[in-house]
């Protein structure tokens, strides 16, 4: 597949992308393609690049970082667009709300993370566990006391952890 190196003059991400692709940045930007070879581009250093960038005299109106940020809380290039006008306008504001953005994009890590380690049925997928002791112990003598077994409350499926 041929790749050839692009940027984004919206948020400036660069890189390579297939040729056959459309010139639309992920932010909405049309993306320019840069007067070198796949080869070029993956040899040259990142102050290469960004020399050319200057040479090009492309300035981008938001950071990838910020335009990533945006789009991975709101999925909307419009509202990227009204990010950069309120960059214009009032720094400080735009500050602070990318500061809240940041804010909820670190409340969803931590929400996938939590769910991703909450132990789940093998069978159904609920997260709807008992656990419970089961069997009987030899040293104790007491029904109940062996080892542990989890129990889905949704489908009743039963398992050892």
């Known amino acids: 597949m041929a790749l050839e190196a692009r940027i ?6 660069k890189g390579l992308v297939p040729v056959e692709s459309d010139n639309k940045c992920f932010c909405g930007g049309t993306e320019i393609v840069f007067n070198v070879t796949e ?12 020399q050319m960038i200057e040479e090009m005299d492309i300035h981008p109106l938001i950071s990838k970082d910020d ?35 940041n804010n909820q994009l ?24 008992t656990a419970g002791q089961r069997g009987y112990s030899i ?7 062996g080892s542990t077994v989890n129990r889905c409350a949704n489908c009743g499926h039963k398992w050892k952890p």
């Open 67 to 101: 335009a990533l940020t945006i789009y991975n809380v709101t999925h909307s290039t419009e509202i990227i667009d009204a990010m950069i006008e309120l960059k214009q306008k009032d720094i400080i504001e735009y500050g602070l709300k990318l500061s809240q953005f």
């Open 39 to 50: 080869d070029e581009y993956v040899n040259m250093s990142d102050y290469e690049i960004d």
């Open 139 to 145: 040293l104790t003598g007491f029904v109940g006391s």
């Open 106 to 129: 670190e409340q969803r890590r931590q929400v996938n993370e939590q769910e991703k380690n909450q132990v789940r049925c093998p069978k159904c997928g609920s997260t709807n566990i």
């Open 8 to 13: 984004c003059p919206k948020c400036g991400c």
